[in-house]
């Protein structure tokens, strides 16, 4: 019985790990996919943030989860007058706040399931970081 009980449970353990490993596949096809664009109603005009209190939302194209301490992805490029979407998925709060003096994003603390937009109308590249956690750190290329 005990031996029968250990085969479903390594059964579940690899079907979970499948499971994950198609979803983190798709996630990544996604995310440099620009068909797969979605639209939020959190975007707003040119260079405006804004926050919601939306709940955990899995990552689309031009979406930046904030999981694990850490932002992903932690490099993206996109095309200017781009819209991005932070995510944070931590049961902790985070900001994403640009770190080189440009026009670059620059949230309040999102709690859990919140989010905040940026649009980038100009080109460059745009280092930022987590002002209550330093050591979280990614960029957002931006081209013509």
């Given at each position: 019985?005990?031996?029968?009980?250990?085969?479903?449970?390594?059964?579940?353990?690899?079907?979970?790990?499948?499971?994950?490993?198609?979803?983190?596949?798709?996630?990544?096809?996604?995310?440099?996919?620009?068909?797969?664009?979605q639209?939020?109603?959190t975007?707003?005009s040119?260079?405006?943030?804004?926050?919601?209190?939306?709940?955990?939302?899995?990552t689309?194209?031009n979406?930046?989860?904030?999981?694990?301490?850490n932002?992903s992805?932690?490099?993206?490029?996109?095309?200017?007058?781009t819209?991005?979407?932070?995510?944070n998925?931590?049961?902790?709060?985070?900001t994403?706040?640009?770190?080189?003096?440009?026009?670059?994003?620059?949230?309040?603390?999102?709690?859990?399931?919140?989010?905040?937009?940026?649009?980038?109308?100009?080109?460059?590249?745009?280092?930022?970081?987590?002002?209550?956690?330093?050591?979280?750190t990614?960029?957002?290329?931006?081209?013509?």
């Open positions: 019985m005990n031996k029968l009980i250990a085969a479903i449970v390594a059964v579940i353990i690899i079907a979970a790990g499948i499971g994950v490993a198609i979803s983190r596949h798709n996630k990544n096809n996604n995310s440099n996919n620009p068909a797969t664009t639209s939020t109603s975007t707003q040119s260079n405006t943030q804004s926050s919601t209190n939306s709940g955990p939302v899995p689309g194209a979406e930046i989860s904030i999981i694990n301490m932002f992805p932690a490099s993206i490029s996109v095309k200017k007058g819209t991005i979407k932070w995510i998925q931590d049961n902790i709060p985070h994403a706040t640009e770190n080189d003096g440009k026009n670059g994003p620059s949230s309040p603390q999102l709690a859990h399931g919140e989010t905040y937009s940026f649009t980038f109308n100009e080109v460059g590249t745009f280092h930022y970081h987590c002002s209550i956690h330093p050591n979280m990614a960029v957002v290329t931006v081209t013509e």
